[in-house]
């Protein structure tokens, strides 16, 4: 049912064999958070409950510091339990979890603009089918916006933002 919910065309099918063979181990919280929501994508409970131990692995190892390791302990968690509950089916509880890592995230992970816009489809993507999240996500896709420096946000952040829209202006009434 996970899939259903979601508009990709099936590439996600694609892509989870081949970012599932590095969910034993956990290398950063950019690369990590794409097997994350990969996984999630498809329902794959186990493979996010993997990462997330991994995570915690790699959080507890004392040998390891920099601006990685502080990102992951910050922003990790709540990512990896965004993910868990996305893959069992509870967006509510996802963008929760999400609008609490999301925002932060994305201004310290490397990565073009484009590869860290998808944190912020995902949330706005679970704020959309769960209803919950919908002023965080809206606020968030407008930060992304303003940080792009553009006018206006690109074609699917749009569709994202005119379906929030829709439920922030019922939610008013």
């Not at 508009?7 to 290398?27: A, D, Y």
């Not at 990512?79 to 963008?95: H, I, N, P, S, W």
């Not at 706005?124 to 919908?134: D, I, L, P, T």
């Amino acid at each position: 049912a996970v899939v259903s919910t979601q508009s990709t065309g099936g590439r996600e099918k694609e892509l989870v064999p081949l970012w599932s063979q590095h969910k034993s181990s956990f290398t950063s919280l950019f690369y990590d958070g794409h097997v994350a929501f990969t996984s999630a994508m498809v329902g794959d409970v186990e493979g996010v409950e993997e990462l997330g131990r991994n995570m915690q692995g790699y959080i507890g190892n004392t040998n390891r510091t920099g601006w990685n390791k502080d990102a992951t302990e910050q922003f990790g968690p709540d990512l990896v339990a965004g993910c868990q509950e996305m893959a069992r089916g509870d967006y509510e509880k996802a963008t929760a979890a999400l609008a609490r890592s999301v925002p932060g995230l994305i201004k310290v992970i490397h990565g073009s603009k484009s590869q860290k816009s998808v944190f912020s489809v995902l949330l706005a993507r679970c704020a959309v089918v769960s209803g919950s999240g919908v002023e965080e996500a809206m606020e968030h896709l407008e930060w992304v916006r303003k940080d792009n420096k553009v006018g206006s946000l690109a074609p699917l952040q749009q569709r994202l933002w005119n379906k929030l829209s829709k439920h922030h202006h019922h939610d008013k009434k």
